[in-house]
């Protein structure tokens, strides 16, 4: 495997940590560099000693969004051809909770990039947009649903219409990020925050995971028989055992991720 140009993937504790290493470009995504972000996290995914996967950018911004140079020329021949955000895709079908701590500018696909984490921080000055529709083109790696999904349509279509920059503030208040932290305590709350999710049980967390997601897209009624389903399935853990005989004796569970 070639060593990783525009990422630095490392493991803190129980923490996958995945850095873009980009910044006299803003971080701004190319297609190698989504392989090797996507690459990093399904390592990280895959390895029983990671529990989170922690992704933030370097330099002053998180990414200002795709490399506008690599698609100037492009046709819809070399795009069906190239398939550029079939990389994307594999990113949806992770198993570990996914954190992105943002601060600067969240463009275009850095912002699909964001929302494709199931958590997200920034700082009081990050700030939100999809500027694609001033390019004559649109968000492609999944952009348009998942904001649509966070936010509704009426609001999704006028920040997609206009390409107006969101505020963190704005961001909160919609529901698109979870906090706003001051950026000299970014990094720190978000290794608590996946510190305490590292310290739960790996197929709670796994299989909450997984119904929140399926929660998108099916029914109530088929939405709460797949909880279900999950929830049963834990009884077949250690976990379960030991977590339920802990709060029965009274004393603090020993979780060894089975």
Not at 92 to 120: M, N, Q, T, W, Y
Not at 121 to 146: D, I, K, N, S, W
Request: aromatic letters at 6%.
């Amino acid at each position: 495997m070639l060593t990783p140009q525009y990422v630095k993937a490392s493991i803190d504790g129980r923490i996958g940590r995945i850095r873009l290493i980009r910044p006299e470009r803003y971080n701004a995504l190319n297609r190698a560099m989504i392989r090797e972000i996507v690459e990093a996290m399904e390592r990280f995914d895959q390895d029983e000693t990671v529990a989170v996967i922690v992704l933030n950018g370097e330099g002053k911004s998180f990414s200002a969004g795709a490399d506008i140079e690599e698609m100037v020329d492009a046709t819809p021949v070399s795009m069906e051809l190239l398939d550029p955000f079939a990389d994307w895709d594999r990113i949806s079908r992770l198993h570990k909770p996914l954190i992105a701590a943002v601060h600067g500018f969240v463009l275009g696909g850095g912002f699909e990039l964001a929302l494709a984490c199931d958590l997200i921080y920034a700082t009081p000055e990050t700030q939100f947009a999809f500027p694609e529709v001033g390019l004559g083109v649109m968000p492609g790696a999944g952009g348009t649903q998942r904001l649509t999904k966070r936010i509704g349509r009426t609001r999704a279509l006028e920040w997609l219409w206009t390409g107006d920059r969101m505020p963190a503030s704005e961001a909160q208040q919609l529901g698109i990020i979870n906090r706003i932290v001051e950026a000299d305590q970014l990094e720190a709350h978000v290794l608590t925050v996946a510190d305490r999710i590292a310290a739960q049980p790996v197929m709670s967390v796994r299989l909450i995971k997984d119904a929140v997601d399926k929660a998108g897209n099916l029914s109530l009624q088929d939405g709460m028989d797949h909880e279900r389903r999950n929830f049963y399935l834990l009884f077949g853990t250690n976990d379960q055992t030991e977590g339920m005989q802990a709060f029965v004796e009274k004393r603090q569970p020993t979780f060894k991720g089975n």
